[in-house]
């Protein structure tokens, strides 16, 4: 199996393949490996990072966190962190799950509640005696990635992480369970959401007013007082760092960026780049 740290893994959905690259894992990822990426990294796959140990600072989907071990991070398809001031002593497992593993992990997610919470908080403390049962979890799996023989080596991945979510890492969210986060809490929380899947294609406050069923005064206003940004910047925020993504990381030229994310013309894009950047794309490519 391919142990290589690749973050933006193109897994293939034939759950058959599962032992070759539907499901990933890669147990010891430290600071000398981390502290180099410097740009965005967009996770193209469902990714679980178990924090061992050392501190660290990252932006998931433009919120920050301080991570200090033992942590558990769930990132989602599509979301972007920024990790920096890794210490020396950092040490972290990965794990990452194609589309269709996870598809059929999250249907028994979602009759706990515990999918929600992960939405809400991507960063939980891993509370004392649990951080034992995570490890010997990751043992497991491994012995299963192993045998290679198994004919049953899907079921028996797919049976030993379920093993280890309801067996410990649920016990991750117990702070958690029953929080009341309020109208405004939830209506935030939602146009977050949405704003994560829509900001290539919708940048017009109607659009989100009308899925939430508020005007897009009222939407901006709110947004605005929870989270010290307005509807629209949030929107922007999205979109640049998307950008500085494909520009960074991508061969795409800046045309197809252009059209990547939706704008008529390349120099429409080029002047919202620089008018919320300082510098062009071409300048920031070749930063």
Known sequence: ????????????????????EEFFMIEHVGADLLKNITEPMKFSANTWIFVRSGKCRAAISLVEHEISGPTFVSVPPSHIMIPRDFDEDFDAAFMVFSSQFYHTLSMSLDNT?????????PVVKIPEGVEEEVENSLKHIRK????????????AVMGEVMAMLYGSLYKCYD??????????????????????????????LEFYASKIGVTPKYLSRTVKAQTGY????????FVILEAKVLLKST?????????????????????????????????????
Do not use: C
């Open 113 to 121: 509640g515990i999918s929600e919470l992960m939405v809400r908080h």
């Open 251 to 287: 061969n795409m030229t800046i045309q197809q960026i252009a059209e990547e994310l939706n704008f008529q013309s390349q120099s429409l894009f080029g002047k919202y780049f620089k008018s919320n950047t300082g510098i062009s794309p071409r300048e920031f490519r070749n930063s």
């Open 230 to 237: 307005t509807a629209t910047e949030w929107l922007e925020r």
């Open 175 to 204: 702070p958690y369970r029953g929080e009341d986060t309020g109208k405004t809490g939830r209506m935030v929380a939602k146009f977050r959401t949405l704003a994560q899947s829509y900001y290539k294609t919708e940048r017009g």
């Open 144 to 155: 299963v990635l192993n045998n290679s023989e198994n004919p049953y080596g899907t079921q």
């Open 1 to 20: 199996m391919d142990q290589r740290l690749n973050y933006n893994l193109p897994l293939p959905r034939d759950v058959n393949s599962i032992l070759k």
